[in-house]
């Protein structure tokens, strides 16, 4: 038969006979439906894999049979795998066709075992709100994770949706499955074909279409519909602020751009409590002029200011518009924790009496005249007990919660009580729409929400105790001890895992209008202090904080009525007397913006103003402004300033007066510098981020952007500087810092902690024999390290070299405590120094000096005698190709000494790198003598930089140049071409944990290698020292 069906095929009777045939087998089968597909879970015959066999794919079944057609047009009919279809094979499709193709499972069996994770557990909002853990065959695991354009066919992806945020087994619902077919089969789905499937294994929806829409963004269609754009799993915080005097205790805002904290008092400044507002750059303390702890701000301003309540019966008005604060008088000293309104005429506030928390709670009213406290007699018969918060959705539906599981609500006539479920203490209520959310607890947590007027505690099991809850929809956030974190899904509230790892407790949290989550807290047990922020969101946070100052900064530009110019007259009297180098206010003078209250130097120590608690300059008060005393014949502390420089005249000294009397203020124009962040903190950039020990890598190792000394003993990223001048290393390989604003010399450790091993705080003249760690630095601004293992000091504010022995004390070997330049021939210690700001020694026994302010390099021999071997000490630029001593410098920084005896030093005013040779000859090598930022990939002699200060010879006998006005490390290599390999010409901070050339610097100041080939850069105005790993391999390789 079956040869007389191929004849008449061959005949054009195919299409007959085939469908005679099918008919036939369809009859035939009808005994047996129901029974044959048994066992089977294939759907044999479904050629295009659609779930549905049809008439056509039976056919070319048929023809596969006969030999007409091969196995491979449609594998799905050879059940058996032997390469041939049989009448059997054809009527378990003809089953199919008529009683519907099995559901067959995507999943393989032993997935778990041998799949391999591609996307760690995070919330999916495309699923439902589970949290969704993503596997892959190992085929498809490198194109999912490089976020390939498309996943081989035969692909498949498995995703696990759980309960959970850590994805236990225990909590897991069901799986969403994905197979990449062959092209044909949904071209508008990419081929793919979706699954659905519940624990227990039953299949509940598939096909191409079953999901398509759940991920239907762009971004993930551009990417076969993996959905794998980078970002943190919802809940996982990170710290913006941390480890802050006082804990902070309420938060609030507009915008993730104007953000509002509150806290307690620290009790060890004169500041008040902890008042913070963020701008979206950078955090500043406000002075309430208050006195206590202050427990919460209203979460919305009222007519125009936010109320702030506190200990004492506290409460204080902040104007936004005006930024003024106002204390209010109130009938009370009971501690207030929390306060809501209406209006102006219409503020709660809520509290009691902290020696009577049972029956000494208290609800005062303002109508915007005066308070009056609400009588609750009648409602709590037993006494009132203290009541934590207010909020209300308007004046007639206000509700307080308070200790006992006490909940009151007002409905504009009178207050009743709240029926509830639990009697542990409730802390914050807040809502919005019809949902009303309390927290509280002790031990374990409640969260009551409110349904058929009473109180019912959704809280999952194991929720610990919540202190603050916030709503704003879609979102609702509980924040609690040890750093916890609950959010409301559309199961209920669910506890996340923040990632923080802290032990210190959440007070309250706040969702901004972006969907940003805040949380704000600290050591709440007994001391109120460790306050930190933390955030989840799509933003990166600012975690610069500029504290309150007693000396108030100028504000605005100066006004037209001003007859003194701080950049025509202030600044040109200063540079007469001596102050022309960075030194006296931290960047190259003038250019850097500074105004007068950051003496830390020549005219105005600031370690003595704050000794006296006055300040260098407060605007408009000069009698109130250390800085003329400073000036002045008689100051109460230290000598007359400037220090061994002519007197300023009664009428300079006047002329200074008038300028503080119209406010101080600077019309120089400052350079913008960007706001520093912590190296941990996230980076909106697209600069991908690498490990800090990858080639090229450069990662903050010390500093943490804030320009202050905070102390020793922390971790290096813990650790604060105040511009860093110069970097080196120890004989043992430990890093030192010239600290210079901090007048300290800091050494990293083998553990990562940060100590002082030289100064203060304290400017003054260190005596002989002094030891290092009880000797005074004056902005001490270069470190290095002779063959012996001593440490070389430049002096710099002092005019002074100074030698620190192996037995740890300090001895002065150039230089007196006179300003001259004088001596060659003599004694070093008896020849006169200007600036000494660099010093280096050297291969032949001695070291040299750079004197910036008198234009000179001079050299200290090994019998410790003084001689000039480059410039005149007339400032200019002259004498290339002939003799240095011969040739004019202009503001040299620092020198270095190659194998050979040649000398390469900067000139920070000529903008250039000179080289004398052994013959004493001098040549320009980097610059051309204009300031600019120009050259890179030709020769450096035809480059232009800006006052370069640093400079790291190379084994290869090319250098790095440390181009501090461009913000730069520039590379000049053996050939002599130059190219700029860190920073990009330009003053910020960026590029921590990724690689070095898309870094951004702020005006760095010196730079050493390390042992190890890294590159490690004192970033001065970043307040950081920061290392590139294997910086010299990296070099290589560019």
Not at 182 to 193: C, E, I, M, N
Not at 716 to 733: A, C, H, I, K, N
């Amino acid at each position: 038969m079956q040869s007389a069906l191929a004849r008449d095929v061959l005949r054009g009777r195919r299409r007959v006979w085939a469908l005679g045939l099918t008919l036939a087998l369809i009859v035939g089968a009808m005994p047996l439906l129901g029974r044959t597909s048994l066992g089977v879970s294939q759907c044999v015959g479904d050629c295009n894999r659609d779930s549905a066999v049809t008439i056509e794919e039976i056919l070319l079944g048929v023809n596969v049979a006969l030999g007409l057609a091969p196995v491979d047009r449609c594998p799905e009919f050879d059940l058996s795998g032997d390469g041939a279809v049989t009448v059997d094979e054809i009527v378990l499709a003809v089953n199919a066709a008529l009683s519907g193709c099995p559901s067959r499972s995507i999943i393989p069996p032993d997935y778990a075992q041998t799949f391999v994770e591609v996307r760690d557990c995070r919330l999916s909002t495309e699923h439902e709100g589970y949290y969704v853990r993503v596997l892959t065959d190992a085929g498809a695991a490198p194109s999912y994770r490089g976020n390939a354009p498309s996943l081989p066919a035969g692909s498949i992806v498995i995703k696990e949706e759980f309960t959970r945020s850590d994805c236990r087994g225990d909590s897991l619902v069901r799986w969403s499955a994905m197979e990449k077919e062959r092209a044909g089969f949904d071209p508008s789905g990419a081929y793919w074909r979706w699954q659905r499937v519940l624990r227990d294994g039953t299949v509940v929806s598939e096909g191409p279409a079953s999901c398509l829409g759940c991920h239907a963004r762009p971004e993930c269609a551009a990417r076969d519909f993996m959905c794998t754009e980078p970002g943190p799993p919802r809940g996982a915080m990170s710290f913006v602020l941390r480890n802050l005097p006082a804990a902070l205790l309420s938060i609030t805002g507009s915008s993730p751009e104007d953000v509002y904290v509150v806290g307690a008092d620290p009790a060890t400044d004169n500041f008040g409590p902890y008042v913070l507002h963020y701008n979206g750059q950078r955090w500043r303390r406000l002075n309430s002029g208050a006195e206590g702890d202050l427990w919460w701000i209203s979460l919305e301003p009222i007519d125009g200011a936010y109320y702030l309540v506190g200990e004492g019966g506290l409460v204080v008005r902040y104007d936004v518009a005006t930024r003024q604060f106002t204390r209010l008088t109130t009938p009370g000293t009971q501690t207030l924790f929390g306060v809501w309104g209406t209006s102006a005429a219409d503020i709660f506030v809520v509290g009691g009496d902290p020696n009577d928390e049972t029956s000494g709670g208290v609800i005062w009213h303002f109508d915007g005249f005066a308070w009056s406290v609400v009588d609750l007699s009648a409602v709590l018969p037993s006494g009132v007990p203290t009541l934590y918060k207010v909020w209300g959705r308007s004046s007639d539906d206000v509700y307080v919660v308070g200790r006992s599981g006490t909940i009151l609500h007002f409905n504009g006539e009178r207050w009743e009580r709240v029926p509830t479920e639990s009697q542990r203490p409730l802390f914050t209520v807040h809502g919005e729409g019809d949902l009303i959310v309390a927290s509280g607890g002790f031990a374990d947590g409640v969260l009551l929400e409110l349904e058929g007027g009473r109180f019912a505690d959704r809280a999952m099991p194991g929720t610990p105790q919540m202190n603050g809850v916030f709503v704003r929809a879609p979102m609702a956030a509980a924040v609690g001890v040890a750093g916890s974190l609950a959010l409301r899904t559309e199961r209920g509230w669910e506890l996340v895992d923040t990632r923080l790892n802290t032990s210190r407790d959440f007070h309250a949290g706040w969702i901004d209008p972006e969907g940003g989550l805040w949380a704000v807290g600290g050591d709440l047990s007994v001391a109120l202090t460790s306050g930190m922020v933390a955030y989840s969101g799509p933003r990166t946070i600012g975690t610069e904080l500029v504290d309150l100052s007693l000396c108030p900064a100028p504000e605005g530009p100066p006004p037209d009525t001003a007859t003194v110019s701080f950049s025509r007259d202030i600044v040109p009297l200063f540079e007469r007397h001596g102050c022309r180098n960075p030194t006296c206010h931290g960047g190259p003078f003038p250019s850097s913006g500074y105004d007068l209250r950051t003496y830390q130097g020549v005219f105005g120590p600031g370690a003595w103003a704050r000794s006296l608690n006055a300040c260098e300059v407060v605007p408009g008060n000069p009698d109130a402004s250390f800085l003329l005393e400073k000036l002045g014949a008689s100051p109460r502390f230290g000598q007359r300033m400037p220090a061994n420089r002519d007197p300023l005249s009664p009428e300079e000294i006047d002329l200074v007066r008038r300028w503080i009397l119209e406010g101080a203020r600077s019309d120089a124009t400052p350079t913008p510098t960007p706001s520093p962040r912590v190296g941990s903190t996230p980076s909106p950039s697209t600069i991908p981020r690498r490990s800090c020990n990858d080639a090229g890598t450069i990662c903050t190792v010390v500093g943490t952007g804030r320009a202050l000394f905070d102390g020793d003993g922390r971790q290096g990223q813990e650790t604060s500087l105040y511009y860093p001048w110069s970097v080196t290393f120890d004989p043992r390989g430990r890093l030192l810092i010239l600290d210079g604003n901090n007048l300290r010399l800091r050494q990293l450790e083998a553990d990562g902690t940060v100590r002082t091993v030289m100064g203060t705080g304290f400017e003054a003249f260190p005596a002989d024999g002094t030891l290092a760690a009880e000797a005074p630095l004056h902005h001490a601004s270069e470190i290095q390290i002779d063959p012996e293992g001593r440490w070389l000091i430049a002096g710099n504010h002092v005019p002074a070299v100074f030698r620190v022995d192996a037995d740890g004390r300090v001895y002065r070997v150039a230089g007196t405590e006179e300003v001259g330049n004088d001596g060659d021939g003599l004694s070093a210690r008896s020849a006169r120094l200007t600036t000494p700001f660099g010093v280096w020694p050297s291969r032949r026994g001695g070291f040299y000096i750079v004197d910036l302010d008198a234009h000179v390099i001079r050299y200290v021999d090994e019998a410790g005698v003084i001689q000039t071997v480059a410039g005149t000490g007339i400032a200019g630029y002259s004498g290339d190709g002939g003799s240095a001593i011969e040739a004019r410098l202009n503001g040299p920084a620092r020198v270095r000494e190659d194998d050979l005896g040649n000398l390469y030093f900067t000139e920070v005013k000529n903008h250039v790198v000179r080289r004398l040779d052994t013959n004493g000859v001098i040549t320009t090598v980097a610059g051309t003598g204009a300031r600019g930022y120009s050259g890179d990939g030709g020769p450096a002699w035809q480059a232009q930089l800006d006052s370069p200060y640093d400079l790291v010879l190379l084994a290869d006998g090319g250098m790095l140049v440390v181009d501090t006005g461009n913000s730069a490390i520039r590379w000049i290599n053996s050939t002599g071409v130059i190219r700029t390999v860190v920073g990009r010409g330009t003053a910020g901070f960026a590029g921590d944990e990724a690689e070095a050339s898309a870094a951004l610097l702020n005006r760095p100041m010196g730079a050493a290698l390390g042992a190890d080939g890294a590159l490690w850069i004192a970033d001065t105005f970043n307040n950081r020292v920061r290392s590139i790993a294997h910086f010299l391999s990296w070099l290589e390789s560019r």
